[in-house]
Nanobody
Framework: QVQLVESGGGLVQPGGSLRLSCAASGRFFSMYTMGWYRQALGKQRELVATITSEGSTKYADSVKGRFTISRDNAKNTVYLEMNSLKTEDTAVYYC????????WGQGTQVTVSS
């Protein structure tokens, strides 16, 4: 069983930056593929970025060059560094852990607005 707790969301102006964190409990964190997803109001949840146990990363085209996913296995934490934020990045951001099973966090709200 894995529990995920996201933090770091908030209100930021367009062009600003935020760093999201996702702290995981449970064993074998380093073996999980970790991901960030987001869901805007009235839209489906979509992939933002993933990072494998080997450190390979993948990004949605809409965030490439602006967002960076990373992980610290010693701290059981995955991060999402978000720069040059746009109003269309506004959403609830969810952390996901996947190995044999899939686990989701409760989400953290990111609002980009002037």
């Amino acid at each position: 069983q894995v529990q995920l707790v996201e933090s770091g969301g908030g209100l930021v102006q367009p062009g600003g930056s935020l760093r999201l964190s996702c702290a995981a409990s449970g064993r074998f964190f380093s073996m999980y593929t970790m991901g960030w997803y987001r869901q805007a109001l009235g839209k489906q949840r979509e992939l933002v970025a993933t990072i494998t146990s080997e450190g390979s990363t993948k990004y949605a085209d809409s965030v490439k060059g602006r967002f960076t996913i990373s992980r610290d296995n010693a701290k059981n934490t995955v991060y999402l560094e978000m720069n040059s934020l746009k109003t269309e990045d506004t959403a609830v951001y969810y952390c996901k852990a996947q190995r044999a099973n899939i686990y989701w966090g409760q989400g953290t709200q990111v609002t980009v607005s002037s």
